[in-house]
């Protein structure tokens, strides 16, 4: 891919799937012809880092539940994510497992009534660090889009955040808003 080769939106991914459909990256991978996996390295109960628990609105090093995912575009890294959530939403669920979730964690949510309403989204461009530069097969001094996004439901209260790192030459996002 170059330069802008794969544009991504976000709203397939804030929206819960019916029942019988797969995840929304294996569905719009597969619309372009392409193959849409993602392998989770990490699943469970850790401390929060200090921004997540801002956004989240725990305290710095209270324990929340991730899940860790390398996201794959035929089988090369295109996407490292990390999905933290509340602890009194996730603990116990398919949300704190390695496990395939029917549907995506967004729909699990959903199914435990927990609906996001608002989604704050914020990037910015770095170099990744020795880890992520290695996950995502960049070149030296290759740079990375960063988008944290947090979910929030119709009381603003936070369901998830997302952290995720994207080389950037492979990863244009599109925003499309609907005005009026």
Do not use: F, N
């Given at each position: 891919m170059g330069v802008g080769g794969w544009i991504s939106t976000s709203v397939p991914y804030l929206t819960p799937r019916a029942a019988g459909q797969g995840d929304a990256w294996a569905a719009e991978a597969a619309a372009r012809g392409r193959r849409g996996t993602?392998?989770?390295?990490?699943?469970?109960?850790?401390?929060?880092?200090?921004?997540?628990?801002?956004?989240?609105?725990?305290?710095?090093?209270?324990?929340?539940?991730?899940?860790?995912?390398?996201?794959?575009?035929?089988?090369?890294p295109s996407e490292l994510t990390d999905t933290?959530?509340?602890l009194a939403i996730?603990?116990?669920?398919?949300?704190?497992?390695?496990?395939?979730?029917?549907?995506?964690?967004?729909?699990?949510?959903?199914?435990?009534?927990?609906v996001g309403a608002l989604v704050r989204e914020d990037v910015t461009a770095d170099l990744p660090d020795d880890d992520e530069r290695h996950a995502l097969r960049t070149a030296?001094?290759?740079?990375?889009?960063?988008?944290?996004?947090?979910?929030?439901?119709?009381?603003?209260?936070p369901l998830q955040v997302d952290r995720m790192v994207m080389p950037a030459r492979r990863q244009r996002l599109r925003y499309e808003i609907r005005i009026g």
């Open positions: 993602q392998r989770i390295v990490r699943a469970g109960e850790v401390p929060a880092p200090a921004e997540v628990a801002g956004l989240l609105g725990v305290e710095d090093g209270a324990t929340v539940v991730v899940r860790r995912r390398v996201i794959l575009l035929d089988d090369e933290y959530y509340p996730a603990r116990g669920t398919g949300l704190a497992g390695t496990a395939r979730i029917p549907g995506g964690a967004v729909t699990l949510l959903a199914d435990l009534g927990h030296p001094g290759e740079p990375v889009l960063r988008l944290t996004r947090v979910t929030l439901d119709r009381d603003e209260r």
